[in-house]
Structure formats: structure tokens, C-alpha cells
């Protein structure tokens, strides 16, 4: 009995399934013959230079070693990686000594203020009895040469004082711009001296590229010139900040500074740097996006009559920004496909939008 059964159910299957798959086949069919949404852009003519790539370094305008300007047993130091503002306390050391002279530093101005006071107020009187023939002249010279003395060493006194105070104030070492804790070089406990490196302090805010150009190169850069920059991968715009108009007698190199966006990348990143090495001449050019790398070659692929796709191999050249010069089957006005081309083979029909 259960043999019989299992026969008679088993050819069901077959018959469902290929029922499911002539009822599932014409949408496939359709499915597969709907085009591809791609983005397509146009190609054209345009002034391009041909560039050179150049190694640069992405690098703080503000990154010092903070040094200490008075002597003393180091209390406290900011951590790596605290943030501070300008005019922040970054380290402190021990005022106790510094306290104290300035203490006897008053004490002393105070003194010599009072008898500078008195030897005034003597001085003036032997000034009058001089006066009246009271006195010798040589009594009232000495009373006044006393009290010009006395001035002078006040002055002393209390340029001493000022100089206590000063290392009293300079205890507290403060951050002369705004920036981020980068390193520690001393710790709590040690002895700092005069000149001795506390922190290194950089402002992760302002930073630019620095790049080592040419002379031959850097006449075809001014200052406001955007230049394509590669970061990490990252293709960004950065404008020529400044070139340093002093070349390196062995490399026959100058520096050039590229002004950056803090977003496009850290004190340290690696950068390679585009800069014009030729006048700028005629060029066709498509955005970069439209390239397709492969191990054989690079493509493009081109939307042509009834959009229909034609891959078609190029040889880049200059770049300007996101365009890349081009050469290969390809003219201005051309469309090429800029996103969606991953998936697209040699021949297939497409939906092009045209991008923004």
C-alpha cells in the first residue's frame, strides 16, 4: 500500500514545476530585455596642460615644538590628544621657588622706595640751606648724589622683581595658537631648563600640502592656481597657496605650498600632487568616473545610435579637476557612460540619464 501511493503522487512534481517555469518565463524573458539605467556625460574639447605628478606631504602651517622659558620641577603636562585653544595652560611647573624670590623682590622695592623717600626729603633741604649758605656745598652734593643712588637701585630692584615675575607667569606654559596635543616630551616630575621641549603642538586645522616642483615646472604655476590632488585615494581640488621662489641648488627643486580643506586629509597623509609641466593645448576629455580599469586595458563605453553601449579602449593623459584627457574611437559630443558601466557588456542596450 505505501508503495502504490508513493508511485502515484511521485510524477505530480514534474508537472508542477514545469508548469511554474512556462508560467515564469516570458516575465524573465521581458525582465532581461528591459535596458539599463546608466548616467551618461558628454565628451568635449577643452584647454588642458600636460602634468607631472609630484610627491607631497599633507602638513600643519602651525606645528612647534612648545619649549619652556623658565627652569623648574615640571607639576602637570596636557595629554596626547587633548585639544586646547590659544593662550591654554598645556604644562605647569613648580612656582614655589619662584613665589618666594618674588615675595623678596617686593620686599626689597618696598625698602629701597622708603629710603629713596627720605634721602629726597633730605636732599631738598640741604638744597635750600645751600641755598642760604646754611651748609657747605660739598654736604648738599653728597645728599644728592645719596639720593640718586637710591633711585638707581630702585630701579634695579625693580627690574629684578619684573624678571620673578615674568618666571612666575612663564610657570604656566601656554599654547600660542590653537591646536591638538600631538606628543609629549617631557613628563611630570622631570626638570625642565630654559629652551627644553614640552609638547608638540599642532594646529590640525589650518593645514596645506607641500610639494617639492621643478623650477622648469613652477613657471607655469600662480598663486590661486587650482592643482588636482590625489590623498588616500581621494581626488580633490587644492589652489596653489604660494610657490617659494628659492630653488634647491641639488635637486633644482622649489616648494610649493597647496591650500586645503582640513576634511581632505591629515597632518602626515601622503599626497600626489598634478602640476602643469607644458602650455595648455586642445584636448578631449570626460570625467574621470566614466573610465573602466582593467588588467588588459581601460575602457570607456560609448552610447551610441538606439542606445546601444560600444566599449571602446582609451589612453588617458592630462588631467584637469575631474576631466581626464582621452584618446581612442571616441570624438566631442560623444556620450559616455559615467555611472553603471560596471555591469554593462559590449553591445547592450541602455536608459541614459544625463548626469548633473
Excluded at 646754611?134 to 643712588?149: M, Q, V
Excluded at 615674568?166 to 617631557?186: E, K, M, N, Q
Excluded at 593645514?207 to 613652477?218: C, G, Q, R, T, Y
Aim: hydrophobic content about 45%.
Amino acid at each position: 500500500m505505501t508503495m502504490q501511493r508513493s508511485f502515484g503522487v511521485r510524477p505530480i512534481f514534474p508537472i508542477l514545476a514545469g508548469a511554474m517555469f512556462a508560467i515564469c518565463l516570458p516575465a524573465l524573458a521581458q525582465h532581461a530585455s528591459q535596458p539599463s539605467p546608466v548616467t551618461v556625460a558628454i565628451a568635449k574639447t577643452v584647454r588642458m596642460a600636460p602634468t607631472i605628478a609630484l610627491p607631497g606631504t599633507v602638513v600643519a602651517q602651525d606645528d612647534s615644538h612648545i619649549a619652556a622659558q623658565v627652569e623648574g620641577s615640571v607639576v602637570w603636562v596636557a595629554k596626547v590628544g587633548d585639544i586646547v585653544n590659544q593662550n591654554d595652560v598645556i604644562a605647569r611647573l613648580d612656582k614655589n621657588l619662584q613665589q618666594m624670590q618674588y615675595a623678596s623682590d617686593t620686599a626689597n622695592v618696598d625698602r629701597l622706595a622708603a629710603t629713596l623717600r627720605y634721602d629726597q626729603a633730605q636732599a631738598g633741604r640741604m638744597q635750600r640751606l645751600a641755598k642760604s649758605n646754611a651748609i657747605a656745598t660739598s654736604t648738599r652734593d653728597e645728599a644728592l648724589s645719596t639720593r640718586d643712588a637710591d633711585k638707581a637701585q630702585l630701579a634695579q630692584a625693580e627690574s629684578d622683581r619684573s624678571k620673578t615675575k615674568y618666571a612666575l607667569d612663564h610657570s604656566d606654559i601656554r599654547a600660542p595658537f590653537p591646536g591638538r596635543v600631538a606628543a609629549r616630551l617631557i613628563n611630570p616630575g622631570e626638570y625642565a631648563t630654559v629652551g627644553k621641549d614640552i609638547v608638540r603642538l599642532v594646529n590640525i586645522s589650518d593645514v596645506e600640502i607641500s610639494a617639492p616642483a621643478p623650477i622648469s615646472a613652477a613657471r607655469y604655476l600662480r598663486e590661486g592656481t587650482p592643482i588636482t590632488v590625489d590623498i588616500d585615494g581621494k581626488f580633490v581640488i587644492a589652489k596653489v597657496r604660494a610657490v617659494v621662489p628659492v630653488g634647491d641648488a641639488n635637486s633644482h627643486t622649489v616648494e610649493i605650498r597647496l591650500a586645503i580643506s582640513s576634511a581632505d586629509g591629515i597632518v602626515g597623509d601622503v599626497a600626489q600632487v598634478l602640476i602643469p609641466s607644458a602650455p595648455p593645448r586642445n584636448a578631449l576629455a570626460i570625467p574621470r568616473d566614466a573610465l573602466v580599469l582593467r588588467e588588459d586595458n581601460t575602457y570607456v563605453f560609448k552610447v551610441g545610435a538606439k542606445n546601444v553601449v560600444q566599449r571602446v579602449a582609451v589612453e588617458t593623459g592630462s588631467e584637469d579637476g575631474q576631466l581626464v584627457e582621452v584618446s581612442g574611437d571616441l570624438v566631442s559630443g560623444d556620450r559616455v557612460v559615467v555611472r553603471g558601466a560596471e555591469r554593462l557588456e559590449d553591445g547592450q542596450e541602455v536608459r541614459p540619464t544625463t548626469g548633473s
